[in-house]
């Protein structure tokens, strides 16, 4: 009897145990790493124009695809969401516009702008149509391919037009993208119904389309080519649409085309960069060498933290990030063509961090 009496006393005292961890273990178990969690951000970057044509070609040609973001895939592909401009159709068909520059990708070079770790790019600008539609329509279909995103273009004029929605962990993030340069782009068709990027819509289309993707998403990011090129100065439309936007609901509108930086505003709490320069270009100027990437944290309750630009140099048709006195040049001319916005840097680990956000 004391016998069976101890074993039972014995069997309570394991199965209590038993309990007593479950509960434990139930307690800190680790979240799983797609839930979503308000309290938890995710990351993101963006640059200026990537065009893979010309002596890009060349150089890819040369040295292989690794060589173009050899010293910055690092960086970028850490990003939850990484976002470009790109400054080319992706095809080998299609008739050559008449005059004027004209890119197009060879197709099999578009796995580095998936590899180098971007995962959405604009389409809106004035070389998309350079080849005419069927380029267009095989730059959908190659990026599909490469299960990259894009926006500002489409089978039509209303797809071009419509917002997409990156998610990650539960953060959606909506991206609007626009052509809207001082002039029009003539290879743009005037027929809705052909494929086309997104050009100069009214400031109600535009805003509305904003308005849409805020009910939809976390996070709105415009996406504009616009300005003039080689100036460093926006022009007085790019302030009123940019602002427009915000007051819109968007959280942070980028800018691109000028091929070289201008400067960052932040208005109502939200981020404006009027120019990301470039990121992979051929030209041989130094200001248009002089460039950056732009990061922060994007929060499911729509905020933004810790939003900084790292300087980049490109060397060789490539970006490399800047050190030294180059670096010390372009934190100095980031600081300078912003300072009519009032915006406010601090500067650590050879970043500017932007302040009053």
């Not at 590899?115 to 380029?135: I, P, Q, R, W």
Request: glycine share 8%; proline share 4%; hydrophobic share 40%.
């Amino acid at each position: 009897m004391k016998n069976g009496k101890a074993a039972r006393i014995a069997a309570s005292f394991i199965l209590l145990f038993v309990i007593i961890s479950g509960c434990a273990s139930e307690k800190t178990r680790p979240v799983a790493e797609n839930t979503p969690d308000s309290h938890a951000g995710i990351s993101f970057c963006a640059a200026g124009d990537v065009m893979l044509d010309r002596g890009v070609k060349n150089r890819i040609d040369g040295d292989g695809k690794d060589f173009i973001f050899e010293k910055t895939a690092g960086f970028i592909r850490l990003k939850d969401i990484s976002f470009c401009n790109l400054e080319c159709p992706v095809s080998t068909r299609g008739k050559r516009k008449a005059g004027g520059y004209a890119f197009r990708a060879d197709p099999v070079n578009l796995s580095i702008v998936k590899k180098c770790g971007f995962k959405v790019v604009s389409l809106a600008n004035n070389h998309m149509m350079d080849y005419g539609e069927e380029s267009l329509t095989d730059t959908f279909k190659y990026l599909d391919a490469e299960g990259i995103t894009y926006a500002g273009a489409g089978q039509n004029r209303e797809k071009a037009r419509a917002f997409v929605i990156k998610e990650v962990r539960g953060v959606k993030v909506a991206f609007v993208a626009d052509l809207n340069m001082p002039t029009i782009v003539e290879e743009v068709p005037e027929d809705p119904a052909l494929p086309q990027p997104s050009q100069k819509r009214s400031m109600v289309e535009l805003t509305a389309e904003i308005k849409k993707a805020k009910l939809a998403a976390d996070i709105v990011v415009v996406s504009f080519h616009w300005g003039v090129e080689y100036t460093h100065n926006p022009q007085a439309y790019q302030k009123r649409l940019a602002r427009a936007c915000i007051d819109a609901g968007a959280d942070m509108v980028l800018g691109h085309h000028p091929h070289v930086m201008q400067g960052i505003e932040i208005y109502k709490g939200k981020i404006i960069l009027y120019s990301m320069g470039n990121l992979v270009f051929d030209q041989v100027k130094v200001m248009t060498s002089r460039t950056f990437i732009f990061a922060c944290e994007f929060f499911k309750n729509g905020t933004i933290k810790n939003a900084f630009i790292t300087p980049v140099q490109i060397v060789e048709n490539r970006p490399v990030f800047a050190r030294g006195a180059v670096a010390q040049e372009i934190r100095a001319l980031m600081m300078k063509i912003s300072k009519g916005f009032g915006t406010k840097f601090e500067e650590k680990d050879g970043r500017l961090y932007l302040q009053g956000l």
